[in-house]
């Protein structure tokens, strides 16, 4: 059976949403052969009994990278043979270039979507800021960190594209409406959450950490250069110069004009998953 599957994907997801946020995503490469599969993050979409769960945190960042290797563990262990990926976005990509230090062997190979490479000045400040706040309130939810990380998202946003304070996502629409009226998405973290991952962040770029990884791993880079978590295309290519300057052999990146935060819901999501499926049919 194993076989005629071309290959696994393990999708990584980011803040404030869930596995239903891809499903265009699992539609378009299980159309394609590929086995795709997402274990949904601690304190996120059906790992909670009740709403107010989500994203309080009583444990560190951490906790959902080791999740998300222990899950890639569980994976090879039902598919041995068959090409293995992961895709992560957004806080998913972080978690997957943490993932990459110690799986890098397991793995044919990472497509980081809506990434950035560091910014010292906003995750230093968001780590104290943070500490702080959960030092005053324990482990309650840090609304006003969540404004400051999102403050300037619409400062592109194109008034024909625009719908509300979340069209930052994409220039589908209907996307950004059903994002909005998901009771699992869009929800507030804990301040503990915010303080461990500004943490994370804060160490994820040391070159250091990255000196175990075979230079031969590949690496896909995709984003829009009017989504504001990189920056509008300008973290997203020192992510790249970043992969390039410690010896990475095969770096791919592509940045998609007017594309926002969300490609996988974006209006031209076909053309991101060709651009997808090309690379990883190569890799295979």
Known sequence: MTKSIKGIIQVIHGMSEHEGRYTHFFKYFTERGYLVFLHEHLHHGSNITAKDELGIFQSDFPTLIKEQAAYTEKLKKDYPDTPFFVFGHSMG??????????????????????????????????????????????????????????????????????????????????????????????????????????????????EESFKNISRKLPIMIVAGDMDPVGKFGKGVIELEKFYNKIGFDDVTCHLYKNARHELHNEINRDEVFADIEKWLEIRI
């Not at 497509?111 to 560091?118: A, F």
């Not at 010292?120 to 990380?149: C, H, M, Q, T």
């Open 93 to 206: 990509s972080f978690i997957a270039q943490e993932h990459m230090k110690s799986c890098w062997s397991k793995i044919d190979g990472y497509i980081l979507c809506g990434s950035c490479y560091k910014q010292p000045f906003l995750w230093k400040a968001g780590e104290i800021a943070s500490y702080l706040l959960d030092k005053l309130y324990r482990n309650r939810r840090a609304y006003i960190i969540k404004k400051l990380v999102f403050l300037n998202s619409n400062s592109k946003t194109r008034s024909e594209y625009y719908y509300n304070e979340n069209s930052w996502l994409s220039r589908d629409i209907e996307e950004v409406k059903k994002y909005c009226n998901d009771k699992l998405c869009d929800f507030t973290y804990s301040s503990t959450f915010y303080t461990t991952f500004f943490n994370f962040l804060n160490s994820l770029y040391s």
